[in-house]
């Protein structure tokens, strides 16, 4: 299985701040690399697929980059619902894995 | 707007079956590409993916977890069924299912809201 390691595992940040955290995979996933939110007792929600693809009714605040094992989702202007949990996940082959996730916590 | 909804016990016990139905509005199962899938989150952990099927009744399953997972679709009543065996306490957590747009490619970009599954005696 190709593991999915996020860093940090929580940031503290402001409303209005630039933040930007990472993942790596265990191997080459090439573009293959999925961003979701999620907030407490709710489903993740879809931000980005293919690493830079903004997924519909996203904001565009939200910003993907990244190719083969090194990724970075980085939101501009934090909002106050922003703040959540963010998992990455590679879909370049079976079984998907997903990162442990990064939580977002307001300072 | 692609909804879908999971249902099933909220309490099984150690050694029993689990079964969770998705029923899912607004897309078909019988046209192509689509797949539905299901997702597990235990209590304050990550995402692991269990199984998807696809319109053309392939099945994928989670390596680790294939010997006790079987997945299935009833495309006349927009459901995906998935039946666990063996339930271990180990094996709460929340079951999402989750809409996949792109053969072979694993990603959800809809997701149901979720049932909390509590295995116990």
């Known amino acids: 299985d190709i593991q999915m390691t996020q860093s940090p595992s929580s940031l503290s940040a402001s409303v209005g701040d630039r933040v930007t955290f990472t993942c790596r995979a265990s191997q080459s996933i090439s573009n293959y690399l999925n961003w979701y939110q999620q907030k407490p007792g709710k489903a993740p929600k879809l931000l980005i697929y293919a690493a830079s693809t903004l997924q519909s009714g996203v904001p565009s605040t939200f910003r993907g980059s990244g190719s083969g094992t090194d990724f970075t989702l980085t939101i501009s202007g934090l909002q106050p619902e922003d703040f959540a949990t963010y998992y990455c996940?590679?879909?370049?082959?079976?079984?998907?894995?997903f990162g442990q996730g990064t939580k977002v916590e307001i300072k | 707007q692609i909804t879908l909804k999971e249902s099933g016990p909220t309490l099984v016990k150690p050694t029993q079956t689990l079964t969770l139905t998705c029923t899912f509005s607004e897309f078909s199962l019988s046209t192509g590409e689509v797949g539905v899938g299901w997702i597990r989150q235990p209590p304050g952990k990550t995402l692991e993916w269990l199984a998807l099927?696809?319109?053309?009744?392939?099945?994928r399953y989670s390596p680790s977890l294939r010997s006790r997972l079987t997945i299935t679709k009833d495309t006349s009543k927009n459901q995906v069924v998935l039946t666990m065996t063996n339930m271990d306490p180990l094996d709460t957590g929340t079951y999402y299912c989750?809409?996949?747009?792109?053969?072979?490619?694993?990603?959800?970009?809809?997701w149901g809201q979720g049932t909390l599954v509590t295995v116990s005696s």
């Open positions: 099927i696809y319109w053309d009744d392939d099945e």
């Open positions: 989750a809409h996949s747009p792109y053969y072979n490619n694993y990603f959800f970009d809809y």
């Open positions: 996940q590679q879909s370049y082959s079976s079984p998907p894995t």
